[in-house]
């Protein structure tokens, strides 16, 4: 089944012969082979899934979210799920937060960021950030590693609460408190944020400088491959 998805990615690079390799976008209706809805095939993974509902940096919900759902290719659940396994030894278990992102949805994300006026969520998201640079600082692009379908956005919870550990900001807080190095949070903090860095990247994923709960896969299968399906 790889083989077919690699000739249909084939042929839309055909009929656009102006992109490169790296720039490809496959965009079927339906979720293709290779991705899994991770809260199924990962036994006790919460999910909270932000872009679908009101409560993220914009206030609505996210164009190519129709469902709450965490897909994630099968090579990245498979990993995610090992995670899940070690922290249920001590009590502790994961929320997703993002998962597989449809490029529709970043191209939502982009041309909200050009709406200089719509600033709905800023006391909340961005307070401290002009909006006008979102793009000049990172924390708005035009194309995201979640498109490729093995990064997502996590944290840590008790299991036996479904209480979220403390990691010192909120999730998709723009703002280097949220950089796992900033000093300012307290100890306990900090701990938690080096526990959810330890145990993700003694799994097989990598993180960013910018975002504690953000996580790639660093085998992901499809490094070069955009998806554009819905989350349905």
Same mark, same amino acid.
């Given at each position: ?7 249909? *990615? ?17 965009? @079927?209706?339906?979720? @293709? ?5 991770? &809260? ?5 993974? &919460? %999910? ?12 609505? #919900?996210?164009? $190519?979210?129709?469902? @709450?759902?965490?897909? /994630? ?10 995670? &899940?396994?070690?922290?249920? $030894?001590?009590? *502790?278990? /994961? ?6 992102? #449809? ?6 994300? %982009?041309?909200? %960021? ?8 800023? %006391?909340?998201?961005? #307070? ?11 924390? !708005? ?7 490729? $379908? ?6 840590? !919870?008790? *299991? ?19 950089? #796992? ?6 100890? &306990? =903090? ?5 526990? !959810? =860095? ?5 799994? $097989? ?11 790639? *896969?660093?085998?992901?299968?499809? @490094? ?9």
């Amino acid at each position: 089944m790889r083989r077919i998805l690699m000739t249909s *990615l084939m042929m839309a690079l055909c009929a656009c012969s102006h992109a490169d390799e790296g720039d490809m976008v496959t965009d @079927p209706a339906d979720r @293709p082979e290779g991705f899994v809805n991770a &809260q199924t095939y990962i036994h006790g993974l &919460q %999910a909270d899934m932000r872009y679908f509902g009101d409560d993220n940096f914009i206030g609505r #919900p996210i164009d $190519g979210y129709d469902a @709450p759902i965490c897909y /994630l290719t099968i090579e990245a659940a498979e990993a995610l799920s090992k995670v &899940q396994a070690e922290l249920s $030894g001590f009590g *502790l278990g /994961l929320k997703v937060f993002d998962c597989y992102r #449809p490029a529709s949805a970043v191209a939502d994300f %982009a041309a909200w %960021a050009r709406d200089l006026d719509d600033e709905k969520m800023k %006391a909340k998201y961005y #307070p401290e950030v002009e909006k006008s640079r979102l793009f000049e600082l990172g924390y !708005i692009a035009e194309r995201s590693g979640h498109s490729r $379908g093995s990064t997502m956005d996590l944290t840590i !919870i008790e *299991l036996s609460t479904g209480e979220e550990l403390d990691m010192g900001s909120r999730y998709d807080l723009f703002d280097p408190l949220s950089w #796992p190095s900033d000093p300012r949070p307290t100890a &306990q =903090q900090r701990g938690n944020r080096a526990l !959810i =860095q330890s145990v993700m990247l003694s799994n $097989g994923f990598r993180g960013i400088k910018e975002e504690w709960w953000h996580f790639t *896969l660093n085998n992901e299968p499809y @490094p070069d491959t955009y998806f554009d399906f819905p989350v349905k």
